[in-house]
């Protein structure tokens, strides 16, 4: 499994921006499809966006697009999410996600296409 730490979490006002970063650790990187997943309080864990292991295709959910873009740099062994115009409702802990890359295009929407976890970083974003 990789291990991944998450950072650039913080308070923001509505229609701010924040940059979420995610550290891993494995050797072998760009093998790996990444994602973002969020939970906020009191509902279930929830699909944002994720990228293929080259980074030629993205993936998110409607409610961020046009929003929030995923991206990553495999020399750096880094994935990011640039989070713009924050809305209350996207207040949540984020967490970022690696699986194996299984498709050369495809990195996956599901919590099962991804077996390593971050601790998460809270996002609040008040109105």
């Known amino acids: 499994q990789v291990q991944l730490v998450e950072s650039g979490g913080g308070l923001v006002q509505a229609g701010g921006s924040l940059r979420l970063s995610c550290a891993a650790t494995?050797?072998?990187?760009?093998?790996?499809?990444m994602a973002w997943f969020r939970q906020a309080p009191g509902k279930e864990r929830e699909f944002v966006a994720a990228?293929?292991?080259?980074?030629?295709?993205?993936y998110s959910t409607d409610s961020v697009k046009g929003r929030f873009t995923i991206s990553r740099d495999n020399a750096k062994r880094s994935v990011y999410l640039q989070m713009n115009s924050l809305k209350p409702e996207d207040t949540a802990v984020y967490y970022c996600a690696a699986g194996w890359a299984r498709s050369t295009s495809y990195p996956g929407k599901s919590q099962t296409d991804f077996d390593s976890w971050g601790r998460g970083t809270q996002v609040t974003v008040s109105s």
């Open positions: 494995a050797r072998t990187f760009s093998n790996y499809a």
């Open positions: 990228i293929a292991w080259s980074g030629a295709s993205t």
